[in-house]
């Protein structure tokens, strides 16, 4: 084996393979070898190392130099001066915006100080397609330490002492889980990893599974022996292609390495694991509906009980869990419950792993401890709002959670803080909303998605959801009376109170909190036919600021409808009857001299 | 690639690759020490690669895992080619002159493990560098 000196890791997650990561890869490796240092210094791709905003990332060790925005031409250039000559690349390092300094490592940037990595210890700092770098991390320990010392009652127990919560959203005990699931007999059971991630805006899990697909393999293993399962599933949806292609390379490796399959490690345990994709309904994240899915069904949801636990996968009982949840596994194995219980609060143990999107600086995936603040989050670790815009609110647990304004970003980020206030942890989709975002709108979109989303089994869900999108179109066109908001309030209550699964039972909190903490935009909205943010185009208004005009013609020639008179060097007139609202005119002009309100 | 058998086994594999990893996990720590070989011309012509690779592998042989190497330019002193630097945290910087292989690996050994400097290679330095 080659002793190398040097490890160039570039992120070879979704994000920044589009951003032609791969290309780049290549590039080095290319360069490398025509230098004949490729006995000298190793290229290894990596999973995602949460900083997506600048990606391509690529990482230098041992000297723990981080480049941002890395392209294929540069390769040369990091070669002859960083690698051959030992003199960093000024230009291609992180700058960071609040202290206006370069920084050359990575745990200098706020974005990581604040960060504590637990599920995502391996992202960004191992080759996911190579079994030996994920066994060199401890990996497949814990394993080993459950088959070879623990029973599965002790297995059980410490995940109950490490008081881990359900990561897909809705924060049942893990441990307990794992119980119901041991005590149902049968003669075959079945693990379950629950990988349909659907929000939108959240990408946790499938960063989990490209950046580290054995730590979920090793995590499955171990709840298939504490519950007494013998096979295990990852369903997964299809439009994650690199995730599943990462998945069977793991799981073909751990084969022939004998970590999975018959007989583990010569204690007599079997498990194995099948991949199963899942064609992207939303629906399908619900445990139930994502069985009969399994099992070659209509995704619907089922009454429960029956529990998965006691009837789940083919009528077996069933653990199903979600891919972080999995992640925190084998670190509880290895160092205890009581370890994992330290972190966090009190009654949401551990850390939980947040995408950041919207309107922030630096978009990326970023792990913290429960409990540290939304304000943490949204400006240190975040950056805060992009172009220096107002914070209007951010918005959690994607359709089925609901959205926190500035007066609450000092809540602590834990399972029951968020539902006091109306939202919901959600599997980890934090999307910031700036001043021109406009919350009614923003209630339609997610309306609009559950719409589409809904599996149509319930009526409140089918039909319900489909007239609270009714009600708001017409808000945000300007025909609604204040009577539209109670109406709104109370169609919301009964959907909640009547459907079946989670997905209907939470698909008016969108609705609801941005009513309870944004009413004034929707009365703005009905009363004075108005929307503050300036995106409800039928409420806008284009005008001619007269101070600006220079009589330049350039919206006027521009206007698709002619509804602009004036003349060169004369001040412009926007005829209102006849504007289609279609901001041509205000996209063109160069003197601020049309206004939209 | 065999299975593997028993939980000895996987431990026993852990260890041989820990090798693999340790630069990418002391890149963090702050007692790292750098060792930095004079690559330019005059030294590869000199032999500085051949220095560097007997330093690597003396590294590597003694399991120490805090020291990184890399290369740099010329730093002016051709008559004593290969030039190595070795940088250790809180301390001022080393410059050795004239190193070979053998002195390469005496330079692990001798300053790296024990603090002892090779005084009679050390070379004074006669310039000022700008920060």
């Known amino acids: 084996m080659p002793n190398y000196r040097m490890h160039l890791l570039v992120c070879g997650g979704t994000g920044c393979h ?111 397609e190579d079994i030996d770098e994920y066994i060199s991390t401890e990996g497949y320990h814990a394993l080993g330490k459950v088959l070879t010392s623990m029973t599965p009652d002790a297995v059980i127990e410490e995940i109950k002492i490490s008081g881990l919560r359900g990561r897909g959203g809705g924060g049942f005990p893990t441990g307990l889980k794992w119980e119901f699931t041991k005590k149902s007999s049968a003669d075959q059971k079945y693990i379950v990893c629950n990988a349909d991630e659907g929000d939108p805006g959240a990408f946790m899990d499938r960063s989990i599974l ?116 999995f992640a925190n596994i084998p670190a509880i194995i290895n160092k205890g419950g009581h370890w994992f219980k330290k972190i966090g609060t009190e009654k949401s143990p551990g850390t939980k792993v947040f995408a950041l999107a919207g309107k922030i600086n630096n978009v990326g995936l970023v792990e913290v401890p429960m409990g540290t603040t939304m304000r943490d989050i949204v400006f240190d670790i975040g950056g805060g709002i992009r172009h220096g815009k107002q914070f209007k609110a951010v918005q959690t647990g994607g359709p089925s959670g609901g959205c926190i304004p500035y007066s609450q970003i000092d809540i602590p980020v834990d399972y029951d803080s968020l539902v006091s206030i109306g939202s919901m942890m959600g599997s980890g989709g934090l999307i910031v909303l700036d001043e021109d975002d406009c919350m009614v709108n923003i209630a339609k979109f997610y309306m ?30 300007g025909k609604a009376t204040e009577e539209c908001i109670n109406h709104l309030v109370e169609l919301s209550d009964t959907i909640k109170d009547t459907s079946l699964c989670g997905l209907g039972q939470t698909a008016p909190n969108p609705v609801l909190s941005t009513i309870s903490y944004f009413l004034d935009e929707y009365k703005a909205h009905v009363i004075d036919k108005h929307c503050p943010a300036g995106v409800c185009e039928a ?49 063109i002009c160069r003197f601020e001299a049309i206004m939209k309100k | 690639m065999s299975k593997i058998k028993t939980f000895a086994e996987l431990q026993e594999i852990r260890k041989n690759l820990e090798n693999r990893m340790s630069l990418r996990k002391t890149a963090g720590s702050k007692d790292r020490i750098v060792i930095r070989v004079g690559m330019a011309t005059c030294g590869i ?49 080393i410059l050795y002159g004239k190193v070979d292989e053998a002195l390469g690996r005496e330079i692990v050994t001798k300053h790296i493990m024990n603090g002892t400097l090779l005084e009679d290679i050390i070379v004074s330095r006669s310039f000022e560098t700008i920060k």
């Open chain 1, 18 to 128: 589009a951003t032609k990561s791969n290309v780049l890869i290549n590039e080095l490796k290319r360069v490398l070898s025509e230098k004949g240092l490729e006995d000298e210094i190793q290229v290894v791709e990596t999973g995602c190392f949460g900083f997506c905003e600048k990606g391509p990332i690529v990482k230098v060790y041992p000297d723990n130099v981080f480049y941002i925005e890395v392209q294929p031409d540069d390769s040369l250039e990091i070669i002859e001066e960083h690698i051959i000559k030992g003199r960093k690349l000024e230009r291609l390092l992180f700058v960071e915006p609040s202290l206006n300094q370069k920084l050359e490592e990575q745990l200098d940037m706020p974005f990581y100080k604040k960060q504590l990595r637990v599920a995502l210890k391996n992202c960004g700092f191992i080759d996911p």
């Open chain 2, 45 to 93: 012509a000199s032999g500085a690669r051949q220095t560097m690779m007997a330093i690597l592998d003396e590294l590597q042989k003694e399991h120490i895992e805090n020291v990184s190497v890399s290369q740099t330019g010329c730093l002016g002193f051709c008559d004593v080619e290969p030039v190595v630097e070795v940088i250790i945290p809180d301390k001022p910087s």
């Open chain 1, 539 to 587: 409420l806008l208004s284009y005008t001619v600021v007269s101070e600006n005009c220079i009589g330049c013609t350039a919206c006027l020639r521009a206007c698709p409808v002619n509804c602009i008179k004036g003349a060169p060097k004369e001040i412009h007139k926007i005829v209102q009857s006849d504007c289609i609202k279609c901001g041509a005119c205000y996209d």
């Open chain 1, 448 to 477: 609009e998605f559950i719409i589409d989303e809904s599996c149509g089994k319930c009526t409140p869900c089918r039909v319900g959801t489909k007239r609270l999108h009714e009600i708001l179109t017409k808000i945000t066109e």
């Open chain 1, 210 to 325: 490209e950046g580290d697909p054995h730590i979920v393999l090793e995590a499955m293993a171990i709840a298939g022996f504490a519950v007494g399962a013998s096979k295990g599933y990852i369903y997964i949806r299809a439009e994650y292609p690199l995730a599943i292609q990462r998945l069977s390379i793991a799981i073909e490796q751990a084969r022939n390495y004998g970590l999975l399959g018959n007989d583990i490690m010569g204690t007599g345990f079997d498990f194995d694991v099948e991949v199963d994709l899942g064609a992207g309904a939303f629906v399908c994240g619900e445990e139930t509906a994502l069985i009969k899915s399994i099992e070659g069904n209509r995704g619907e949801p089922l009454t429960k009980p029956p529990f998965p636990a006691q009837s789940g996968v083919w009528g077996k009982p069933t653990c199903v869990n979600n891919v972080e949840t």
